[in-house]
């Protein structure tokens, strides 16, 4: 099975959303995140206490969060400021996980006053944690590893060795020891070494390389582990080509690896897996200009999405209402920043395109708009949710520039 490229909606719904909303604008199918929620869910029933922390950081809007914590996921944090997301939309303790990397004092104070699982990331940080803690009793704290060159990594987080996350066995180990001397109940042992991989093997692999660290470290720091946080990056088939990873298949290489630790509990932080492939970014066409190629320009900048312009990686687009049309032209389409890297595609086939078309840039739904920025002056777009009943539901509004401007401080 190839790369399902059908929508959610069609020509009118999306004339509807630029007229009512204006462009660019995000939209969000509440039925198709529902629908892989639950096909997670279901394909790691099997393991104790599976729960996917849903990675905040990929879709961190807060109608979006209502409906994963309602299909049972919790949420993977890494900052402050996902952590007070958390206490608005009154999210328990046991279903927080908080992985930061360079974390304040009273950062880990707010993780431990909401109860939060609390996974450290380096040696150095657990002092500060410890005086976080202030001799509280915590349910659950993790430590992450860095495995090294036990494991290769992939372009988006690099390899392992370069990596400015996580702490190679030695000083794990060195960490536990501190760590035991506290009100904890169960520690744990998570890793993230690869984002947006589809190879089913990989994972399996990725269980193994943190069974065999936790054997070193039950045995050299008398304690036991309670649970396991394999990461996240099940990755999504961007491309039309590509395969989708297969989570059935996944699970079961996983539960092979687990068969030798039937009580560690599972957890996994997959964000992009979840809701990247049912969020689409919908742009006007405002000019198609002849240089020495030939340019779409779009309402919709780098600002808006920045990955393909950070990492060159591949959107599909779909020009609405041309379905049937043959395709025949080359364009690369562009939008207004004043950066020449700010191209959605290049060189990319579609068919014949016209000022004022719209175009659909998919699998937006993850680090899309949780990315966006204020360069040039240029606003983040308003946000839609396409609701299971088939309402368009406001969830975010378009910055304004009286936003924009909101915090400086004119001179006299």
């Given amino acids: 099975m190839k ?22 604008i995000y939209i969000y199918n509440e039925v198709g995140i529902r629908e892989t929620a639950e096909g997670l869910n279901k394909a ?21 969060l209502k409906i994963l914590h309602e299909e049972g996921m919790g949420f993977d944090c890494s900052t402050r400021s996902e952590l007070v997301i958390m206490q608005k939309l009154g999210i328990e303790g046991k279903d927080i996980f908080y992985t930061s990397n360079n974390t304040p004092k009273e950062d880990f104070e707010l993780a431990v006053e909401l109860g939060a699982t609390v996974n450290i990331d380096d040696l150095a940080q657990v002092p500060v944690f410890i005086e976080a803690l202030a001799g ?16 290769t990594g992939n372009t988006i987080i ?6 400015k996350y996580g702490m190679n066995l030695k000083s794990l180990k060195e960490t536990f020891n501190l760590l035991k001397t506290q009100k904890i109940d169960q520690f744990g042992l998570h890793t993230m070494v690869a984002s947006n991989e589809l190879k089913p093997e990989y994972f399996a692999e990725t269980t193994q390389v943190l069974l065999d660290a936790i054997a070193a470290i039950e045995k050299d720091c008398g304690i036991k582990v309670s649970f396991i946080n394999i990461g996240g990056g099940f990755g999504l088939n961007y491309k039309p080509d590509q395969e989708p990873i297969d989570v059935v298949k996944t699970s079961a ?20 897996y979840v809701t990247g492939g049912h969020g689409y970014l919908l742009t006007k066409v405002r000019y198609v200009m002849n240089k020495y190629k030939t340019y779409l320009g779009v309402d919709a900048s780098m600002h808006n999405l920045m990955r393909p312009g950070m990492y060159g990686a591949y959107h599909h687009i779909t020009v609405l209402g041309r379905n049937q049309d043959p395709i025949e032209k080359t364009y690369d389409v562009v939008g207004s920043l004043c950066e020449n890297n700010d191209k959605f595609a290049i060189d990319r086939k579609l ?13 937006a ?39 924009y401007l909101r915090n400086v401080v004119w001179p006299n």
Wanted: aromatic residues 8%; glycine residues 10%; hydrophobic residues 40%.
């Fill in 136 to 151: 509280k009793h915590m349910p659950r704290v993790a430590a992450r590893y860095n495995p090294g060159d036990l494991k």
């Fill in 44 to 64: 790691f029933s099997w393991a104790k206490d599976y729960k996917n922390f849903f990675a905040v950081k990929a879709t961190p809007t807060p109608a979006i």
């Fill in 351 to 363: 068919p014949d395109v016209k000022a004022g078309d719209l175009l659909v840039i998919h699998d």
């Fill in 158 to 163: 690099g390899h392992p060795t370069e990596a």
């Fill in 253 to 272: 290489m996983i539960k092979i690896v687990m068969g030798s630790r039937p009580d560690l509990q599972l957890f996994t932080e997959n964000g992009r």
């Fill in 3 to 24: 790369k399902e490229l059908s929508l959610p909606f069609d020509l009118g719904l999306a004339n509807k959303v630029a007229g009512q909303f204006g462009t660019p």
């Fill in 365 to 403: 739904g993850a680090h899309g708009h949780a990315m966006g920025f204020n360069y040039n002056g240029l606003l983040r777009s308003a946000e839609l949710l396409l609701t299971k009943s088939g309402e368009l539901k406001l969830i975010r509004q378009a910055e304004t520039t009286d936003d």
